[in-house]
């Protein structure tokens, strides 16, 4: 996952901020981490095939607009359509959130998946 600094125009990897970012903090200077995004499921009532709402969230309240964002997603797959530009698995346990591009402060993503389970979608 890749974060951009809107004010700084700095780019920063996860990987070198997680010794720093162990917990949720107040950040002032549009610095996120991985635990600035919200993923939230839910089962949507529907006959026939299970169907469940995913909606992920930028909650960074510094202005931060993380992009290229990759969950773990397993085998993902849907019996329903879902729009490739929004949520698409590229490869086993690796879906790519909003086609690469930033997720701006507050946004969000959501949609609706058919399937005989809940995948696990994390980090």
Not at 3 to 25: A, G
Not at 43 to 48: A, D, I, R, V
Not at 65 to 86: D, E, Q
Request: with cysteine; charged share 15%; proline share 6%.
């Amino acid at each position: 996952m890749h974060y951009s600094n809107e004010e700084d125009k700095e780019n920063t990897t996860v990987s070198s901020l997680q010794p720093y970012f162990r917990h949720r903090k107040l950040m002032t200077k549009g610095v996120c981490s991985k635990w600035d995004i919200s993923i939230s499921q839910s089962t949507y009532p529907s006959s026939g095939i299970p169907q469940y709402i995913v909606q992920i969230v930028n909650t960074c309240v510094s202005g931060c607009a993380p992009s290229n964002i990759h969950l773990s997603c397993g085998w993902f797959a849907s019996a329903r359509i879902v729009n490739p530009r929004t949520f698409k698995r590229v490869s086993f346990d690796d879906c790519l959130v909003n086609g690469g591009k930033p997720l701006k402060s507050s946004q969000s993503i959501r949609f609706t998946y058919a399937n005989s389970f809940m995948y696990p979608l994390r980090f």
